[in-house]
């Protein structure tokens, strides 16, 4: 009976543990979206590790950090980069639990979009260490897709 109750109470703290990382994962994506929709500079590229990579939706889109922040500043300046809102998100966890990674739906000005990131535990905060967009073609429109994209390779 003993051991059961301590299993029981280990079970729940581990499980609270986990959902307490899952919110402070949500919040900072949460957070890293909005600092992009009002042009903050400082919360959206201090969520990033300093090693991070952001790959978007073109084929040569990969970037550093350093190399994101130079390509992202001029829309950071006009007071709106861009505005990316959660639909969902499903965070998923290391087991010794400084990894974290996720995907998620977001609502955006090119429609449905999907992503997919890493996370590091650095200190007591999450870190973005990977970010990966891509647009969400639907199945009966990925033949046009592909032929839109292979007429602009050939130019």
Request: hydrophobic letters at 40%.
């Amino acid at each position: 009976m003993r051991a059961t109750f301590i299993f029981i109470l280990t079970f729940l703290g581990i499980s609270a543990f986990a959902q307490n990382e899952e919110n402070e994962i949500n919040n900072l994506m949460d957070n890293w979206h909005k600092a992009a929709a009002k042009a903050d500079t400082i919360v959206y590229f201090n969520s990033m590790d300093d090693n991070a990579v952001y790959i978007g939706t073109d084929a040569t889109e990969r970037w550093t950090k350093q190399e994101f922040y130079k390509y992202a500043i001029p829309y950071f300046r006009k007071g709106k980069a861009w505005d990316f809102k959660p639909i969902e998100r499903k965070v998923y966890f290391s087991n010794d639990q400084k990894f974290a990674w996720f995907n998620e739906t977001l609502d955006t000005w090119m429609g449905v979009c999907r992503s997919s990131g890493v996370l590091t535990k650095t200190g007591n905060s999450w870190k973005i260490k990977q970010y990966h967009l891509s647009v969400a073609v639907p199945n009966e429109s990925i033949k046009d897709v592909i032929e839109t994209i292979k007429k602009t390779e050939k130019k």
